[in-house]
């Protein structure tokens, strides 16, 4: 899928991420055997995972290279690869336990303090209930309602709160990185970068998680969005 986009450079980045990085479903495809640690649905009354308790070291910003995402419903452990601004913007390599961060030209690598957002991709695909992402698009689309947009900037998207509070966790060479997801929506693949507040780079100690809409074994042409926000930091000497 391609559509213009006006703006920034930065902006026709975002967009090409949002909008593509989706399945081409010709493309070649690899696929391990076992799939990601989710851990089986808990009912609607189980708690929220204890929050990580206060601390913020120093952590030099650096490459990120294991990811886990946490909470009532799932757990998602991924490794992390480094995806260069490459047009179009589709994470490469394994796709059953890797999600990508974009290393270059937009974005920042993750550490304590940062200077701006670090920006991670995984898939999630109908087709395949083992892509990395699937149990945060399906959970996140379960709640998503199509027919009652809000806005932002002009841009309907959809609310999602069911990932509110959900940890991810980012493990670098100088130490290990949690942060805690405070707002999610799904939003138009073609309408995703005119979202100004994903578009921020520049917004500091914060990961936006980005992956494709997947309902009821269907592909949806909208993106799950997460942002986080940094909660502890802790040095690998610690």
Known sequence: MTFAVAGTAAAAVVATVVALAGHDTDAPRAHAAPAPTVAPSSPPSSPS??????????????????????GPKFRIVAHV?????????????EQHHTVCWVERDFGVAPGNP?????????????????????????????QVDLAHPRHEN??????VTDLNG?????RTRSGRLTYRVTRAFAVSKERAADVRSVMNEHT??????????????????????????LVRAVTNSA
């Open 166 to 170: 959900y940890t991810i966790g980012l």
């Open 114 to 142: 940062s200077r701006g957002t670090s920006y991670l991709l995984g898939h999630a695909w109908a087709e395949d209930p083992h892509e990395v992402l699937n149990p945060m698009s399906e959970l996140a689309m379960r």
């Open 49 to 70: 995972p204890t929050p990580p308790a206060p601390r913020l070291d120093a952590v030099a910003a650096g490459t990120p290279t294991a990811f886990v995402m946490a």
């Open 204 to 229: 500091p100690d914060r990961v936006v998680l980005i992956t494709c809409g997947v309902r009821d074994g269907v592909d949806v042409d909208v993106n799950v969005i997460a942002y986080a926000t």
């Open 154 to 159: 002009g841009v309907p998207i959809y609310p």
């Open 81 to 93: 690869c480094s995806m260069p601004y490459v047009r179009p913007l589709d994470p490469p390599g």
